[in-house]
Every structure is written in C-alpha cells, then in structure tokens.
C-alpha cells in the first residue's frame, strides 16, 4: 500500500489525501507531529527527507517529497483521465496550473500558517500576493465559464484543479476571503461535491448535499 | 483601564516544554507585550514593567499580571497514572477569548462542525443537562450531558452515546470530561487554556489527560488539532466579536444552559475582557 | 424618494441553492436563492449566536446556519432547532431582511419596504464582477471614456470596435466592486480583459 505521512492540517498533505479519496485509492496514513513537535524537522525523518518538509510518499523504492508530483503519480497509477487531455496543448495547460499551485501555497498558504499556527512572514506581503493570484484564478475561471467549462483544464476535473484547490478553498484562514471572486466560490463548491470528495479541517461539510433527514 | 479582577488571574503563555528546551516567546497577554523564556534555568515570564508569578502546571506556563486572587485549579486526573498527558500545540484564532471557551461549551453544533466524528444528522437532539455554578469553588459546572456520537473519541470503535461534564475554573479555561471508551467508568480530560493577547485575538493551549495505551502521540493530536480547526472558522465568524453579555442581542435555547450559566458568572465577577455590555 | 439600489453581483454567480456574501452600504447581508429561485437577502447574522448565515447551506425552501443547524423560512422565521426538534420556534426568533431583486442578470439591493423597480438596463448583458481597491474616481480618472457615479457608462473600444459599457459601483471596507454589463455584441472575454486592465489603470493611478 502507498504510504503517506502525514498531517492533519497541511494543505499540501490534504492534496494528496484528497486526490486519492477522489480516485478511490487507499492510502496508509501515518502521522507526523508537525505542530507542536516539529517532528519532520528531526534527524530521524531527514532520513526520509533531507529537505525536512511533508508530505511524503512513499511507493516501495519510490519516495516523493513535492505534493503535485505525488496527484501525478497517483492519477497515472490509477485514473488516468484526471491529467488531462493528451495534446501539448491540454498538458502544458495543466503544467502551468500546477505551477500556479506553488504561488497558492507560497501566499494564502503561508498566511494561513502565519495566522493559524503562529509562522513568521510579513502578513500583509502575504495577503497581498494571496489577493494577486486570487484575482488571477478569478480572470482564468471567469474565461472558462465564457467557454462553458467548469474546470480550470478540459471538460472534466483534473490534478490542476486538485493541486489549487486546497490553498484557496483555506485562504480565510489567513485573512484572505473569497467573497470578491464568485467565480472561484462557483468553482471550490464544485469541487467538494464530487462524488468521494473528502474535507479537512476548515472546509465544512455541504449539508446541503444531503436532504433534511427525518429526526428520530 | 483593564478590570482588577480581570488582571488578577491566572492566564496559559506558553508550553513548558518549548520554554524549557531553550525556546524564548515573545508574545502579548490582555494587550500588553510580555516575554517568557529560561533565566538561570528558571522559567520566567517579563512583563513591560516588571516580571509576573508563574505557575508550572498542566503541560504550560501560567502567568499572572496582576496580584493573584487565587491559585490555579486544579484537575486531580491529570495525576493518576497511566494517563497519557498530550500538549495538543497552541492555534491562533481572530475572536475573543470569551468566544473560543463559549464554542467549548457547546455540544448542539457537534453534528454540522464535528460532522460524522463527535455528532451527525439526525442525532441532533440535546437532552436536558444539569447546569450549576457552585458557590464552594466559585466554577461553573454541566452534568449529566449527553450526546449521540459516529466516533467519540481517537479510541472509540463506532458510535455510541457519550456522556460528558463541563467545567470553567477560570474566565479562559475550560475543562470537559468524556466517557471513556478505553477504560468504562473513568473520564477522559479534555482542556482548552486560552491565552488573550487582546479582546479579539487569542491563543488557544487545548490539552488532554487520557487512557489510551494503543494510539501514537502524533494521531492524538491531530485528532484534537482537527476538533479544534473545526471550530476556528466558527468563531472567525461570529458577530459582534465581543461576547454579548447582556440579553436581547443573542437568543440562547436550552442546550445552551452552560453559555448562559457561564455568561452571568462573567458578568457577576467583573469578568468583561473581551466582551460587550451593551446590546449593539 | 427614490428606492437606493445597490448592486451586489450577477444573478448567474447565485444558483438555485446557493447563498453568498453581498452588501448594501455598511450593512453586511447573506444573498441565497432557494431551490425554486426564490431570492432572500438577510442580516448576514444568525439571532442565536451571531454567525454569518452566508457561510449555511440551503435545503429546499429554507436556509441553514452552519453553526447549530438553524432553519429559516424564505419569511426569515426560524422554523427548526435541531437540538430541539419538538420545539416549534418562536416567533421572535427571525431574521432582519432587504429586498432583493434579480434584473437584467443584476441582483439589486434595497432596505425593506422598497416600491419601485431597479434601474433598467435592459438591452445590455451581465458580464462579471470585479474588485478594486481603489475609488470610483480613479476609475474615472483611468477611463475617460466613462462618466457616471453609482453607475458609470460610456463607449470604450474593444478589439477596434466601440461597444457600450455599464459599471455599477458598489461601496466596499477597502475599496469598490463593479458589476459590468455590456451590449450583447461584445466578446465577453474582450469585456473582461478590458476590466483587468482598467483595474490596473486605475489601482496604479492610486498607488503612485
């Protein structure tokens, strides 16, 4: 079984989490004490990654260390659709997604851990950058919905959508709100309700997907 | 001006064990900058003027800006052996800390916040519960409260009713006892210690004393981290941001006896940092 | 008197189900469209205890707080507490509600008690909304082409041809929100890259 080690509240883990719910595959979780025990930063994890960073995956002799190689690696192994179209075009598109996802991270991502579990950063740098990449997501997904597509690379959800997903859908958590790009709430809520989609802490469940039960 | 009462407790500033393996925290408590770090192998926590009492207990550094009214409370399990002690790891919210110990309290939200872990629909009915604020001790007190959950606990197997007591020993503590799945008879301690920094932002200490010989370290605490981030969106969200305690702006129910409880025993001690009389 | 409409966003950003964060000056409000379409915008706050009702969900008729479960009516009556599931809630227990009104694929806002109509605009298409953290002036300023104040309007080139354009300015903590219509001749895609680069016009203009 793929092994992945974990933590609850690392968007980046959450990616790979979440893209395994998605495709159906199971994972053993194994958790690391990020926060407060700073664990991936001992000597006996550098034995696993010198870089000191989670998540990592591990497959046999296979170990990664970088989240959107791992939604690659599992797509390819499991579902092969989820990578998109197979012209240089659709790849590149969803190569250049994935990049943006570094950006996520590096802005709402780290603000998120700025105000949540106390990082250092200049905060309003944070925000501010969060806000840029925001509004471009915002000019690409508005495009997309001209052209009558719901995803961010072809007609169905792929690793690019999967890889961005997270750090947005988070960025309230670092002072960031999503209330002034609708076409990035009309794509997150998408996303968590796909059939098999998984939250994490800060994303609530969607009720409203299941009708009002009748009280016992 | 902050209220004697309010500066004459007993506040959590940091884990022991991050101060005593060299760590220095420079941080804030009710607005003023504070600093708390090793001197002469001592733990000492350095107000802007002077240094302040400090109390070793429960995994974390308390501290008193003020003159101590009393000592801090005590939890008699966290001494029994065998029980696993889990420093869970501070989270910064952006609320009052008077919300953070509100949401605590509260166990009606547990099937559209904890959904599927600690409630779900259509197990959302809250019993009655008893509610008392005891004279002897001067803390606030729910029993007999309990609650249908899918997975109680990081030890549970499945779903059962879970039986809990609530306890606020201080403005910013919080203490809840949970049925036990590992050993029936014997409680669980769940802790929440709240830092204030100022009326609107907190740190939040959440601590545990459990019987569990079987789950590691690390899955305990994410488990207790993943309650607790659950919530934190919650309480970023929550208007006004200071704890309404007067009536008329907020309409509590029944399940919401140990709010109102611990609501007028605030109001009662003077104990309004971070929160509003007025009805906005 | 006339009514004081204010544009909150487009109507296609709020499907059936749906709620989302609008405002009408200060007043921070939950816009939701019930699974039939009908339109409510509430005081963006649950009476029980205070959480933004535009972080619920919609079932039905009805909208949900996230927080204890809450159910209002499109009437703004709570009608279920699940905690209390026998219980029929009181009557105090509602929520303060505006008026809100889907025009020319607008949602509009007023206070309660509105009579008349929004401004028409009929013969222009919704495009999007954009966010600026700038002022009406330094749009203005940015683009002479238009003229206005709560509503800016005026012909602007796109891709060599002239088309009409409406802005509706609505006020912001940190700046402003447009809502852009255009005549149904323009490219949709031109519209919006036109947005962006007025946004930077105008934001640069403010920063230098």
């Known amino acids: 079984m793929i092994v992945l080690y974990d933590y609850v509240l690392s968007a980046s883990a959450y990616k790979v989490r979440l893209m395994a719910a998605l495709l159906g595959v199971k994972l053993q979780l194994e958790a690391v004490d990020f926060h407060p025990g700073r664990a991936h930063k001992s000597a006996a994890f550098a034995a696993l990654n010198p870089a000191g960073t989670l998540p990592v995956l591990v497959d046999g002799d296979l170990i990664l260390t970088e989240s959107t190689a791992m939604l690659v690696y599992l797509a390819r192994t499991s579902c092969a659709k989820w990578l998109g179209g197979d012209t240089a075009k659709a790849q590149a598109q969803v190569q250049q997604w994935l990049a943006f996802s570094g950006r996520l991270a590096a802005s709402l991502g780290m603000a998120r851990l700025h105000d949540m579990l106390l990082y250092p950063g200049d905060i309003n740098a944070l925000r501010h950058q969060g806000h840029a990449a925001l509004r471009e997501l915002e000019a690409a997904l508005t495009e997309r919905r001209f052209a009558e597509q719901d995803w961010l690379a072809g007609d169905t959800p792929t690793i690019a959508d999967i890889a961005c997903f997270p750090n947005v859908v988070l960025s309230q958590d670092g002072g960031v709100s999503l209330d002034d790009y609708p076409a990035v709430r009309l794509w997150q809520r998408r996303i968590r309700s796909l059939d098999r989609f998984i939250e994490m802490p800060g994303i609530h469940r969607l009720h409203e997907l299941r009708a009002a039960p009748v009280q016992v | 001006m902050i209220a004697s009462q309010v500066l004459n407790e007993w506040y959590p500033v940091a884990m022991e064990q991050q101060i005593r393996a060299g760590q ?34 429960f995994g974390h550094v308390w501290t008193c800006p003020g003159t101590p009214a009393h000592d801090l409370f005590t939890v008699p399990e966290a001494d029994q052996p065998g029980r696993r002690l889990v420093d869970v790891g501070v989270v910064r919210v952006k609320c009052s800390p008077l919300r953070a110990v509100e949401n605590f309290l509260d166990i009606a939200h547990f099937p559209f916040v904890h959904t599927d872990v600690l409630g779900a629909e259509p197990h959302t009915e809250v019993n009655r519960y008893e509610v008392q604020i005891r004279e002897d001790s001067d803390e606030v007190w729910a029993t007999k409260v309990t609650f249908y959950q899918p997975q109680a606990a990081k030890s549970a197997e499945g779903g059962g009713q879970t039986e809990y007591m609530y306890r606020v020993p201080a403005p910013t503590a919080s203490v809840l006892y949970k049925t036990c799945p590992a050993r029936p008879g014997e409680w669980d301690v769940i802790g929440i210690f709240v830092q204030p920094l100022s009326e609107e932002l907190c740190e939040v200490w959440p601590w545990m004393a459990l019987f569990d010989d079987v789950t590691p370290q690390a899955d305990l605490i994410a488990f207790q981290q993943m309650i607790f981030v659950q919530d934190r969106s919650i309480l970023e969200n929550q208007l006004p941001r200071l704890l309404p305690l007067d009536p008329g702006m907020e309409i509590p129910t029944q399940a919401d006896l140990t709010s109102i409880a611990y609501r007028r025993w605030l109001k009662k001690r003077g104990l309004t940092y971070g929160a509003q009389m007025v009805a906005a | ?28 409000l939950a816009i939701w469209r019930s699974a039939s379409g009908q339109l409510s915008a509430w005081k963006d706050r649950c009476p029980h205890r205070g959480m933004r009702l535009s972080h619920g969900f919609v079932r039905g008729e009805t909208l949900s707080c996230i927080y204890h479960g809450w159910v209002y009516g499109l009437d703004g009556a709570c009608k279920h507490i699940p905690a209390h599931p026998a219980l029929t809630p009181p009557a105090a227990i509602r929520v303060e509600a505006f008026v809100c009104v889907a025009q020319d694929g607008i949602l509009w806002l007023a206070p309660a008690g509105a009579l008349d109509a929004p401004p028409s605009l009929s013969g222009l298409r919704a495009v999007r909304s954009i966010s600026l953290t700038c002022g009406v002036e330094a749009v203005l300023a940015a683009e002479p082409d238009l003229s206005g104040h709560d509503m800016l309007r005026g012909a602007v080139n796109l891709a060599g041809q002239m088309h009409d354009i409406c802005l509706l300015a609505q006020a912001k903590p ?35």
């Open chain 3, 174 to 208: 940190d700046g402003i929100t447009l809502h852009a219509l255009s005549d149904p001749r323009a490219d949709p895609v031109h519209v919006s890259r036109w947005l962006e680069a007025l946004r930077r016009r105008a934001e640069e203009r403010v920063a230098a």
């Open chain 2, 24 to 57: 220095r925290r420079d941080t804030q408590l009710l607005g003023m900058p504070i600093s708390v770090a090793l001197q002469d192998g001592v733990i000492a926590v350095q107000g802007p003027v002077r240094t302040f009492p400090v109390i070793l207990r």
């Open chain 3, 1 to 28: 008197m006339t009514t004081p409409w204010i544009a909150t966003g487009l109507s296609d950003d709020l499907p059936c189900g749906g709620v989302m964060a609008g405002r009408w000056q200060d007043t921070q």
